[in-house]
């Protein structure tokens, strides 16, 4: 008996040294904590919601509704528009929420410098005027707001007014406002104006020499205590309704990260907002799948798609793609899955693949057909072996010479001239193909423009307001020529 225990146990001994250890994939970090009521921290790049507390819990959104308003203004009027304060603009304010610009009825000023007093300081009446030089009534202006806002796949949210006081029916998410920040972050003249310190505006009729106004954001400031480095943007608010709520998008190291607080208390959410941005950086990459992934991108496999069957070698992936992970973690440990095209994919595009990691997703990218590769409903290219088949006509060619070629000297030109003029044609052909397309992108902002304008339009004559828009329309244009007189 006692030697059976011992060869017993000489064989378990044995065992152990074969026993290979199994690491796991890393498990998402959750290693961080706020005081807010909801808050949330979302990768610019990807969309991952790297953290977030009560993020579909509605709440009132305050003045970070400016962000929405400046987007919705950017995408439907130029900078140096001129802008009107009426007498409903300036007054359609609660009696306690200021006026920061000093604004009155008759004051003008462009829509840059709207923008910067409705950003930097939160002008509620510079969003009023805004509002009512974009759509003819801040009632219109709102639908847009709300269209935008379902655009950007905001589902849980509604807006009442353009400056975030007071609403009835006025309220956000936290993650609906991450979506709304994402893409105004995404618009370099917003990002521009949010980032600005400070900014001397144009003259008005209680500040004849301007007035200059100073970014209330407190982690964007190098002289105060709450500053951090790699706070970029954002806007502040508070109502008593809606307590303190932030947003602040930040930088660093190539990630671009923008975080939300939603019913936050006196100073400490400016710390929540913080340690969101802290924690994302900290724990977390990004991959870009079109470096790194291998699937579906190689082999014949064919694959049976929305817009046809590709063979998996006829396609990439869209570089802009990317996908956030846990440090450690790669992206073989995420799952994908390739699925139909939503609206507004690139031409290119055959699939979107959505990766994810423990059930969360964490990135998107294009799947796209290589140049060369026929798509259904494009115009068929040309087929270069057309001109031999039977039938087809060939240009009349000079009889080639059986003599060698001889340098210039004789008429004739060198390889090293010929060369040189095919290079010169390659880099004027070049150059004016970027010429091209840039006339081509203006003239497809140019046209978005319109139609926005034209929608604006259709709204107001169904309302009755498009003979007061007009008529103050025309106020303005009278004014500015009068000033380039003088």
Not at 448 to 475: C, P, V, Y
Request: net charge negative.
């Amino acid at each position: 008996m006692k030697r059976m225990i011992r060869q017993l146990a000489a064989l378990l001994l044995a065992c152990q040294l074969f026993v290979i250890t199994a690491y796991g994939k890393p498990d998402w970090p959750n290693d961080v904590g706020i005081l807010a009521e909801s808050g949330i921290v979302m990768d610019m790049d990807s969309g991952a919601v790297l953290y977030g507390q009560n993020i579909h819990v509605a709440h009132p959104p305050a003045s970070i509704t400016k962000i929405l308003t400046a987007l919705v203004v950017l995408e439907n009027c130029q900078l140096d528009e001129m802008v009107e304060f009426s007498e409903t603009a300036v007054n359609s304010v609660e009696s306690d929420s200021g006026n920061k610009l000093g604004s009155v009825a008759g004051d003008q000023l462009s829509v840059e410098d709207c923008l910067y007093g409705m950003m930097l300081v939160s002008s509620n009446q510079a969003a009023n005027a805004l509002a009512e030089h974009v759509a003819g009534s801040i009632s219109g202006f709102v639908d847009l707001m709300n269209e935008k806002a379902a655009e950007l796949g905001c589902e849980e949210s509604h807006f009442d007014n353009p400056s975030g006081l007071n609403g009835d029916t006025q309220y956000v998410t936290a993650y609906d406002m991450a979506l709304i920040s994402r893409a105004a972050y995404s618009n370099e003249t917003l990002l521009e104006i949010s980032s600005t310190l400070s900014r001397k505006l144009g003259p008005t009729a209680n500040y004849p020499g301007g007035i200059t106004v100073e970014n209330e954001h407190r982690l964007l400031n190098p002289n105060d205590e709450f500053y951090y480095s790699a706070a970029k943007a954002g806007k502040t608010g508070y109502l008593q309704a809606a307590g303190n709520t932030l947003v602040t998008y930040a930088e660093q190291d190539g990630r671009r990260l923008v975080s939300v607080i939603l019913r936050g208390q006196p100073r400490q959410y400016f710390t929540d907002s913080r340690n969101l941005l802290e924690f994302g950086f900290r724990s977390f990459q990004n991959v870009s799948p079109a470096e790194t992934e291998s699937r579906y991108v190689t082999g014949d496999e064919i694959l049976n798609l929305e817009r046809g069957d590709f063979a998996c070698s006829d396609l990439m992936i869209d570089p802009d793609g990317a996908v956030t992970l846990p440090l450690g973690a790669s992206l073989d440990d995420a799952d994908v899955t390739v699925g139909s095209l939503p609206e507004g994919s690139p031409a290119r595009a055959v699939a979107q693949m959505t990766y994810t990691y423990n059930d969360r997703v964490v990135g998107t990218a294009w799947l796209t057909a290589k140049d060369g590769v026929e798509l259904p409903g494009e115009p068929e290219t040309e087929d270069p072996s057309a001109a031999d088949q039977p039938g087809s006509q060939e240009p009349e060619t000079e009889p080639v010479s059986s003599e060698p070629e001889e340098t210039a000297g004789r008429g004739g030109i060198s390889a090293g001239t010929a060369a040189a003029v095919v290079l010169i044609l390659v880099a004027a052909a070049l150059a004016a193909g970027a010429v091209l397309y840039h006339l081509h992108q203006k003239k497809v902002e140019a046209e978005k423009l319109a139609r926005r304008r034209e929608e604006r339009r259709r709204r107001l004559e169904e309302s009755g307001e498009w003979e007061e828009f007009e008529r103050i329309r025309a106020m303005q244009k009278s004014r500015r020529a009068e000033k380039e007189d003088k």
